[in-house]
């Protein structure tokens, strides 16, 4: 099954009504401003914002339509920053629980390593981990261990057995990227796709660096389609 977003083509003309300081989308710690929109459509890199505002989104999609997607707790990578930087990063994993953990399906963590990101996946039956990762390299499966092992650091208890121990796997056949700038919105999309209650179907999807700028359109649209003006 894909994943498509029926949205009209992007009024161009809609962008010049802001200044590049000028706020598109905000919830809670998400921030995205009109400089924002242009790193999407312009094939900049993302920043964490970025990668939280197609969380969000997909939040909501998933209000719509819950019937379609696994349960799942999601970890903002900002997680990792603000606890690199020893800001409070609690405030990012407060919603991991007991009661969280036994109600959902899922642990989804994007990580962002040497300005490369890849999506982590933890199976809570299955006690596994799954790597998506569009440039594959084991410096990548390295920093994610790193990553597992701090949260289960901060989650002592919550989880019913040692996340640590769980294997990590390394998802084969995904669509990859073929240049430097796309990881991000791969990571978005693996994100989409992890999800999903339905087993995706990889080997229909090999094409998926062509319609990167598509992707990145219908994101940019999607969070102007929030602003009030």
Known sequence: MRFTCALPAPDL??????FRDDVIFQSGNILINRGDIDDILTNQYFSDNHVDSFAFLLSEKIRIIPKEFQKYLYI?????????????????IQHITPDSVRE????????CFQSHWVLIVGK??????????????????AICTEVIKQIHEDKAGVFP???TTWKLQTVRGIPTQ???????????????????KKKTDWASLKEW??????????LGYALCLTTKM
Do not use: T
């Open 161 to 163: 057995s040692d996340i």
């Open 76 to 92: 903002s990578p900002l997680y990792r920053l603000y606890k690199g930087y020893k800001h409070d990063y609690q405030m990012f």
């Open 13 to 18: 003309r809609f962008f010049v009504l802001f």
């Open 178 to 196: 073929s240049n430097e700038y796309d990881c991000e919105i791969f990571v978005c999309k693996y994100m989409e796709r992890a999800i999903l």
């Open 104 to 111: 959902s399906k899922l642990i989804v963590q994007p990580i």
């Open 124 to 141: 809570l039956k299955e006690k596994v981990w799954k790597l998506y990762d569009s440039l594959p390299n084991p410096e990548h499966k």
């Open 209 to 218: 660096q062509k319609y990167m700028p598509k992707f990145r359109a219908e």
